[in-house]
């Protein structure tokens, strides 16, 4: 290799002589995978493990071309094991609950037999089954699993660095807007573990459901479906190698079944293509969505920073209110917060980087209105700057850094921190910083 394709290459570490990611290649390659681009594992120093690509990669280019057969879909998991044991209750589950069930069996391939029997009654004169029905059973095989996904399932990270894994005592110093993502988290988590009778150990449905959350693509229709497909929360599908592609905000991509419409042999594969170049040694990358870094690590479990484009602190209306009752002492609260939801004005509050976006102030504005004067609330669509609001927006931000700031305080004095908490530190460090920037221009 000529040395400025070695400097060029320094920042991504071959990872591909891992035991784990060459059987996940050989198993590929079995269900008829070929690589786009010649493209390595590798670990990054901002990114940690991703994609390297070896060679130029162009605009419009196809990156990853996915067998179906190798992706776990909905109209798959009906047809599997999963199928077999929820029997009528299959379509009562979410596709996120489906694929965290059957992760979390996957793994373990060890279930509660008594429980098994409990959701499919049928099932107990199965001869094979029936060994494993005895009164009380504890954890046991299931005998409809073999090490057809091992390849996949060993590939998986064992852990994650979601704050839903911090303790109590880190949970507790949490800002709120913070907390609250993790708190629903768990009780999406456990409502639906319930769901499924405690089928298996619930500590690794939560490793199942955070392999979904973390993991997960949008797909719309197994094509080996001859039904309509899904809608809604219901498209959802794994699709091995391709999750080891990391985020970005800079890029856009297209992802879908043949996106690629000239191919050899038929078939079809869940693809990705890429609206932008890739040079040489770099990371490749995909878009997971706009969203906001407090959304990316209780989601996936990493952020951005200042690099973030969609960054934004959650303001709840609630906590707005009661602040402005308390230092203004507003008035007619209820007939303003009717005006307010007919006018669409209170979804997704928040504070930006460097200002207050308009639809915030615009709450405000109409919160701050004289009773007397309510009728002309539709004024508010003539302001822009809200230059007579500045003092209470300042008060407002400094009232909310002065939240944070207690938060940050909290969260340091935190004993043995675990093992990613410092994530979340770093997150709301960065919000005390870009609070106090938004401050200075309304100071």
Known sequence: MRKKDKLLEKDGFNLGHEPEVVNLMKWLKLKDWTPCYRMRVAKFQSTDRGLQV???????????????????????????WVGEILAEHFEKF?????????????KDKFVKPHLVKNLNPQLETDKDLNPLLEKDADLKPYPGLDDHWKPYINYLPNEYSLPLYYNQTELSALPGYISSHVYNQENIIQQSYLLLKGLFACCRYTWGYSTVNTRAVYLEKDPRDSGKGERGENTLALVPFLDLLNHSDDVSVEAGIN???????????????VDQDTSKFSELFICYGKHSNTKLLTEYGFHLGKGNQNEHIKVELEELINFLKLRYNISNIKAKLDLLEKAGLVSNLGISEGHLPWNLQAVIYILMMDPSKINE????????????????ILSFLQFILQYVNSCLVNMMAVQCPSKYFSYAISLVQFHVQMLKSCINVYT
């Open 377 to 392: 609330w539709h004024k508010v669509y003539l302001q822009d700057l809200f230059q007579p609001l500045h003092s209470v």
């Open 259 to 273: 996106i690629k419409q000239s191919r050899d042999g038929g078939g079809y594969y869940y693809e990705i293509k």
């Open 94 to 106: 979410s596709t996120q609950v489906l694929l965290s069930f059957w992760l979390a069996i996957e």
């Open 54 to 80: 070896l060679e130029h990669v162009k605009e419009g280019s196809v990156i990853v071309s996915i067998p179906i057969e190798a992706c776990v879909t909905r109209y798959y998991l009906s047809t599997s």
